[in-house]
């Protein structure tokens, strides 16, 4: 799974060794995150424009019970995680590019 996180935003959590959430997921109680074939709606969604940008992937099967797949847009399942990401589930994190058309650059990485 994956998690579309500011650049500053990331390296606090690798400071700190865990990750609780952007702003909206501390709001909704719980992390988002995006399968491979919602990340690029996700990015448009809700980041278009935004620069600084990192994709995280994330070992879904590391997370164990807290991480669920639930209902949201448009009754497609999506993985929500009611934890705080224990970095050791990280497979690796990539800068996301911003093409010149606002959208984000997922080729070679997904």
Avoid at 66 to 78: I, W
């Amino acid at each position: 799974i994956y998690k579309i996180v500011d650049q500053r935003e990331w390296q606090q959590a690798l400071a700190a060794g865990i990750y609780a959430g952007a702003e909206i997921d501390r709001a909704d109680g719980f992390i988002h995150f995006s399968t491979a074939a919602q990340v690029a709606e996700t990015a448009a969604k809700h980041f278009a424009g935004a620069g600084d940008l990192v994709l995280v992937a994330v070992d879904a099967d590391a997370l164990g019970a807290a991480l669920t797949f639930e209902p949201s847009r448009g009754g497609a399942l999506f993985p929500h995680l009611y934890a705080p990401l224990p970095l050791s589930a990280v497979l690796w994190q990539k800068p996301l590019p911003l093409k010149d058309d606002g959208l984000h650059d997922f080729a070679g990485l997904l």
